[in-house]
């Protein structure tokens, strides 16, 4: 492509120009002056003076030109000197100086356009890195934002320029923006896994210091109290509730043993008070003293008869009685359990111990479902008056969950910011005091495409393993949040049908405050009634503190829904948000 701006090769008579095929509105006629100056006519020149009608001219184009071009042939190398740039140029030209045309002999215009162009902007490109496209688009546009006249007297009245790496610096951009993201992730799990391992050396701390309080109360305990069988049996009910059959058979046991001792002693005192008798030793009347000093307290009656020929003769008055020798009221020194009665401190039904003779209060119940929730944030440019606000938000739904341990259960809580790309700064958890709320930082840029993408890889992936982890996992819901304008107005449409077109495909809450958001509040929302904007005249701040409240409560009402197994979506708009109009 050529811009010509002799429209004759050849120089030809004054009253010939009109011949000229597609003549320009705007030209002059240059007539060549040998041994001086060219004599230029011009619009402004005719009925001035008489330059004859057949004197040989030129006929040059003053009309402005407009072409838009990518520079392709001249590499445009950033400062590493490894990596090209790829530039696209809007520019509109027109001639000031005819006579300097003719003189030049410029028969194209776009070489001398083109080739000045080029080289302000290589010097230009070679003052930043690969990554600082968009700051040398931006030097480069200053630089020529200027009506520039050139020697050839041609002036550049409009430049604009588009920066970006070629292919091969493109993806080498990519791959180091991924690694930084890889980075940026790795670093913040690393925190996550080191604050758990030191909480659970606290915890492991708390309960070893536990156990040995416990320990010296129960040395304290035991270094006051009688070791005798009795006690130790008692004190195993009172720690080992569910083995009270094995105590009593093993307290059945003993007694039968001490029974036995006695039936064997009192048996040996009446054969010898019997022999003492036949031998003539001691008489009748002898036996109450023989009782007291011979036999003592062991035996029981009103004489040795007695102990002879009672039907229940050898067995100890004790054990019949249910006291022991030497101590006058055994059902009151012995374990409840023996007795029958029920267990001091607690007891035993069908395996389980209740203390205090009442129910205990029962574990609260694991949630019946559990639903993910990934909140996506605008840090773009637009959000930058309320950045510290969604924050705000973010420490406030923490606070929300920590305070309600039943319903952050049932809940999994995911961020994801997005400007130009998109950043997950919290992955998927449960939330509580020691989740680290992310900071939040605008950034130049505002595309759609990337976060839905970025979505369309982590839902899938996620809800299949909380499959594996729970048996019941709900359909996960986001919060989109947008602010500014999409730049990629024509490409993210696709990106969102593709997410919702998936067998795992999420209810997307759209939540719209600044202007002119309806549109595309209506185009996010999976369902019309999920999609709410911020009223008219709204500041920025006010309606970021609002979509917080919206969040908050409808995290509540989606975390006891999952408690109970079921899947309760419901938004009430706080003041300042309405829901948005439909599209007619």
């Known amino acids: 492509m050529t811009v010509s701006l002799l429209l004759n090769e050849q120089m030809i008579s004054r009253n010939r120009v009109g011949e000229l095929p597609d003549l320009p509105p705007a030209v002059a006629i240059v007539y060549p002056v040998e041994g001086g100056p060219f004599e230029v006519e011009t619009v ?50 027109r001639v000031h100086d005819p006579a300097s045309v003719v003189r030049r002999n410029v028969r194209d215009a776009l070489p001398v356009v083109y ?34 006249p050139l020697p050839e007297g041609i002036t550049i009245y409009h430049c604009k320029v588009q920066m970006e790496p070629d292919e091969a610096a493109a993806r080498y951009v990519q791959e180091l923006e991924e690694s930084r993201r890889r980075a940026k992730l790795g670093a913040h799990v690393h925190e996550a896994r080191r604050s758990e391992a030191y909480s659970d050396e606290d915890i492991e701390d708390i309960r070893a210091a536990g156990r040995r309080r416990r320990q010296a109360e129960e040395r304290a305990v035991l270094a006051s109290t ?25 307290l059945a046991r003993v007694r039968e043993a001490e029974a036995t001792q006695h039936e064997i002693r009192d048996q040996r005192h009446a054969e010898m008070v019997k022999y003492l008798i036949d031998q003539g030793v001691v008489r009748e009347v002898d036996l109450p003293g023989l009782r007291q000093g011979v036999l003592g307290s062991s035996t029981s009656g009103t004489g040795v008869a007695g102990v002879l020929e ?69 840090t773009s440019q637009a959000a930058a008056g309320c950045v510290a606000d969604l924050g705000n938000a973010l420490r406030s739904v923490q ?35 020691r989740t680290g709320v992310p900071g939040l930082n605008t950034a130049p840029g505002c595309r759609y495409r990337p976060v839905l993408r970025r979505l369309l890889d982590l839902v899938p992936l996620e809800t299949e393993r909380l499959k594996e982890q ?14 500014g304008q999409p730049e990629d ?21 759209a939540c719209g405050i600044g202007a002119d958001r309806d549109r595309v509040v209506r185009r996010l929302a999976s369902r019309p009634e999920l999609g709410v904007v911020a009223v008219e005249g709204a500041a920025l701040a006010q309606s970021a503190v609002q979509f917080s ?36």
Request: net charge neutral; proline share 7%.
């Open 470 to 483: 729970v048996p019941r996992v709900l359909r996960p819901v986001v919060f989109f949040l947008a602010v």
């Open 399 to 433: 606070s929300l969950l920590a305070n309600s341990p039943d319903v952050a259960a049932a809940v999994r809580l995911s961020v994801i910011t997005y400007a130009d790309g998109a950043d997950v700064v919290l992955p998927l958890t449960e939330v509580s005091w």
């Open 310 to 378: 009672r039907p229940d003769a050898g067995r100890p008055a004790s054990f019949t009685s249910g006291a022991t020798p030497g101590s006058p009221d055994y059902s009151a020194s012995a374990p409840a359990a023996v007795q029958g009665g029920p267990v001091q401190g607690g007891s035993v039904q069908g395996g389980s111990v209740q203390w205090g003779g009442s129910t205990p209060t029962p574990a609260a119940a694991p949630p019946s479902g559990l639903v993910p929730v990934y909140v996506v944030l605008d």
């Open 44 to 93: 402004r020149t005719f009925g001035q003076r008489w330059f004859g009608k057949n004197r040989s001219c030129y006929v040059v184009d003053l009309s402005d030109h407009r072409r838009q071009a990518a520079i392709t042939k001249t590499p445009l190398t950033c400062k590493d000197g490894g990596h090209r740039f790829r530039a696209t140029i809007d520019i509109g030209f």
């Open 489 to 509: 107005d024509q490409e993210w449409p696709a990106a969102h049908d593709e997410l919702m077109a998936h067998k795992y495909f999420p209810h997307i809450v």
């Open 226 to 250: 009688r070791l005798d069988f009795d006690n130790l049996i008692r004190e195993h009910l009172v720690r080992h509730p569910e083995e009270t059959t094995h105590a009593l058979e093993l």
């Open 549 to 584: 409240v919206l969040l908050q409560q409808t995290l509540l009402h989606l975390g006891r829904s999952a408690i109970a197994g079921g899947m309760e979506l419901r938004l009430d708009c706080p003041q300042g948000l309405r829901p948005v109009t439909r599209e007619q």
């Open 115 to 148: 080739g000045y162009l080029t080289h302000r902007i290589l010097l230009q490109v070679a003052q930043f890195e690969i990554t600082q496209a968009r700051a040398a688009q931006l030097a480069v546009n200053q630089e020529l934002d200027r009506e520039i």
